[in-house]
């Protein structure tokens, strides 16, 4: 096993995180996010792939709140805007359909012609090189788990100990599905359904007593872990984006 890949998933299951995966996820983005935003902005290289991908609107974003090099920004998003102009503003301006005349009859031809073209249009949307490797770094982070889950006994013990928010649950899953043996998957699963339950029960219970406290009969007891509950809920349920933070 690369070191690479092992130290940062030994930092993370060492770590104070609700999640393990939401804290890697959050690492390789920021690297991204600052590769895209250092040097790079300004070689033609690198814009070779950004000319034609552009980042998708979560990015988009978190690089409009982070960029220094306003400069280089412009350039990335210029040279796009070229790139995209190029690809659909002809198929777009012959997208129009005739009118149903007297004379011409009705066609739904267009309406696949339409379909088509916003599917290319939402597409290009969602095309991003930061999610494409933060995407493919998880899933080479998950073979390392399962890897180390099943040759280090002291690192079995820490992943029983963490949860995993639900969708690097279900990522977890997918890796275990195309790369585990029957025997490894079904010690795996055991260990992440069992922290799963355990995530379920204790975030109901301070969820529920959140919610109890609003009952004044309730206002002079103590609220225990129910403060943040709510976050740490929705951290769970969708993965740590970062919107989360208890304020
Ligand atoms: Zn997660
Ligand atoms: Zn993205």
């Not at 060492?14 to 804290?23: D, N, T, V």
């Not at 002291?154 to 639900?166: D, T």
């Not at 103590?222 to 769970?236: C, D, L, Y």
């Amino acid at each position: 096993m690369e070191t690479i890949y092992t130290i940062p998933v030994n930092d993370a299951y060492g770590s104070e995180c609700e999640c393990p995966l939401c804290f890697l996820k959050k690492r390789c983005e920021d690297q991204e996010l600052e590769y895209y935003l250092g040097p790079s902005l300004m070689e033609p290289d690198t814009r070779i792939i950004t000319n034609k991908t552009g980042f998708c609107p979560d990015h988009m974003a978190k690089l409009n709140k982070k960029v220094t090099n306003r400069l280089g920004l412009a350039l990335v998003i210029h040279t796009h805007l070229l790139d995209y102009d190029n690809d659909i503003s002809e198929d777009l301006s012959k997208a129009a359909p005739e009118k149903a005349g007297l004379f011409k009859g009705r066609s739904n031809d267009y309406k696949t012609a339409l379909r088509e073209l916003a599917d290319r249009i939402d597409k290009r949307t969602a095309t991003c090189p930061v999610c494409d490797k933060m995407n493919k770094t998880t899933e080479r982070y998950n073979e390392v788990i399962m890897h180390m889950f099943s040759h280090d006994n002291e690192f079995k013990q820490k992943f029983i100990s963490k949860s995993h928010c639900l969708p690097h649950t279900a990522s977890l899953l997918r890796t275990v599905a195309s790369k585990l043996s029957q025997n490894d998957a079904s010690d795996f699963v055991a260990a992440l359904a069992q922290n799963n339950k355990e995530c379920f029960a204790e975030l109901e219970k301070d969820v529920e007593w959140f919610t109890l406290k609003f009952d004044y009969r309730n206002k002079e007891k103590p609220w225990g872990n129910s403060k943040n509950s709510i976050q740490r809920a929705m951290r769970f349920l969708s993965s740590d984006t970062g919107e989360f933070n208890e304020g």
